[in-house]
């Protein structure tokens, strides 16, 4: 079972500050990997896919980098509504697709 | 617009049995996968199980293999997660998850449906 690793696990910004968030994989992905957004009771919500594609919707503030093992979301400039948790997830190899533990974007 | 709603969740006992239902609305359910997946409280999410659009290729985790049977009525666009020898760690809000067209994303997540297990 691949085991991704997310790091920070908390990162404190300010609104309109630069969020750089990071997924490390146990093992290649290639480019397999989600990025999802959650908010407190609400259900996840696809960011990226295939590493850095934006899903439809998904304002272009959100980017998605990387391969293989290591990736990263990037959200330019963070607006009040993106303080949330946010979860990567692989498909390469499967079953079963996998999450990472999160990290939480705050408030400083 | 589409929307997944999950029902049938509630209070169990170690070692009882439900059934949760996703009713499916807004798309054509008959030609996507399916998914359930779980998170416990401060949790990430976990992958429970997927069905193929036409009920085959069912795969699940391996905790809840023999445990756990997804299925699906494509007359009625709903999907069904029959659970049985449920335990304490079974505790859990589970999602039904549409497959992304590009396979094995999740691009519409229901609210959920908390199933607790205690007695």
């Known amino acids: 079972e691949i085991v991704l690793t997310q790091s920070p696990a908390t990162l404190s910004l300010s609104p309109g500050e630069r969020a750089t968030l990071s997924c490390r994989a146990s093992?290649?992905?290639?480019?397999?990997l989600a990025w999802y957004q959650q908010k407190p009771g609400q259900a996840p919500r696809l960011l990226i896919y295939d590493a850095s594609n934006r899903a439809t919707g998904i304002p272009a503030r959100f980017s998605g980098s990387g391969s293989g093992t290591d990736f990263t979301l990037t959200i330019s400039s963070l607006e009040p509504e993106d303080f949330a948790v946010y979860y990567c997830?692989?498909?390469?190899?499967?079953?079963?697709?996998?999450f990472g533990g999160g990290t939480k974007v705050e408030i400083k | 617009q589409v929307q997944v709603v999950e029902s049938g969740g509630g209070v169990f006992q170690p070692g009882g049995s439900l059934r949760l239902s996703c009713a499916a609305s807004?798309?054509?359910?008959?030609?996507?996968?399916m998914h359930w997946l779980r998170q416990s409280p401060g949790k990430g999410p976990e992958w429970v199980a997927v069905?193929?659009?036409?009920?085959?290729?069912?795969y699940y985790t391996d905790s809840v293999k023999g445990r756990f049977t997804i299925s699906r009525d494509n007359s009625k666009n709903t999907l069904y997660l029959q659970m049985i020898s449920l335990r304490a760690e079974d505790t859990a809000v589970y999602y039904c998850a549409r497959d992304f067209q590009v396979g094995k994303y999740l691009d519409y997540w229901g609210q959920g449906t908390l199933v607790t297990v205690s007695s």
């Open positions: 997830q692989q498909r390469n190899n499967w079953p079963p697709l996998t």
């Open positions: 069905i193929g659009h036409d009920g085959r290729n069912i």
């Open positions: 093992q290649s992905v290639s480019s397999d």
């Open positions: 807004g798309f054509t359910f008959s030609v996507y996968g």
